[in-house]
């Protein structure tokens, strides 16, 4: 079975610095890995989703991931953080060959910009 | 476009009382279904998803039930709602291997 493991639970910045968010999964066959972002009180919206191609992807709200198969990670990256960015995120992985998409979900970091 | 709907927002209800969440999808048509529990300060739990109409399979054993009785509805239930069913539900839909997209969740709070 998959899993994922977010490595920080909690991450504090000041606006305008860059901020990295950790996330490793385990995995016997390929996945597809997806970041998310929730902000209080409200679903997860997808931030971006690594499926084939290109290790470094780019998402929404200038957050980019780069897919690291031999160290089994998939970190998020922004170089100049909001205020506006803070919120909880997400990584997830489902396998490539499981009908049904099923996610399967790290605990999450909280991400906190401070001005 | 697709769009996802949850009702309702929020809901208090007490300790015994049933429970009825219902989740609709427009804009697609046959798509996978899922239900997921947030806890408080938590990841989420993935509790039921279906691939289809009447085939709905269980994560997680529970007084919570699932049904679809149409395509794109998805409808979360109990009998006797616990302290223990609190929480954040978030449904949510994908199409195929792909990325799954998220409602706006239901807040349950069991009293």
């Known amino acids: 079975a998959q899993s994922v493991t977010q490595l920080d639970s909690q991450v504090p910045v000041f606006e305008e610095a860059p901020v990295e968010l950790r996330c490793n999964y385990s995995?016997?066959?390929?996945?597809?890995l997806f970041w998310y972002v929730q902000y209080p009180n409200q679903g997860l919206q997808l931030l971006l989703k690594?499926?084939?191609?290109?290790?470094l992807v780019k998402g929404i709200n200038g957050f980019e991931a780069e897919f690291n198969k031999s160290q089994t990670s998939f970190h998020l990256r922004k170089p100049s953080v909001h205020i506006s960015d803070t919120a909880e995120y997400f990584c997830?992985?489902?396998?490539?060959?499981?009908?049904?998409?099923?996610?399967?979900f790290g605990e999450g970091t909280q991400l906190t910009v401070n001005p | 476009s697709q769009t996802i709907h949850q009702w309702p927002a929020t809901l208090v209800q007490p300790v015994g009382s049933p429970l009825s969440l219902e989740c609709t999808v427009e804009?697609?048509?046959?798509?996978?279904l899922y239900w997921y529990r947030q806890a408080a300060g938590r990841g989420l739990q993935l509790l039921f998803y279906?691939?289809?109409?009447?085939?709905i399979s269980s994560e997680v054993p529970q007084n919570l039930s699932a049904s679809r009785p149409q395509d794109r509805q998805f409808i979360l239930s109990s009998k006797k709602l616990l302290l223990s069913d609190s929480g954040f539900y978030l449904c949510?839909?994908?199409?195929?291997?792909?990325?799954?997209?998220f409602g706006p969740g239901t807040r349950l709070t069991v009293t």
């Open positions: 949510a839909w994908s199409q195929g291997y792909n990325e799954q997209y």
């Open positions: 995995s016997s066959v390929s996945v597809y």
């Open positions: 690594y499926l084939s191609g290109s290790t």
């Open positions: 997830a992985v489902s396998l490539t060959e499981t009908s049904g998409s099923r996610l399967t």
């Open positions: 804009g697609t048509s046959n798509p996978n």
């Open positions: 279906s691939v289809g109409i009447g085939q």
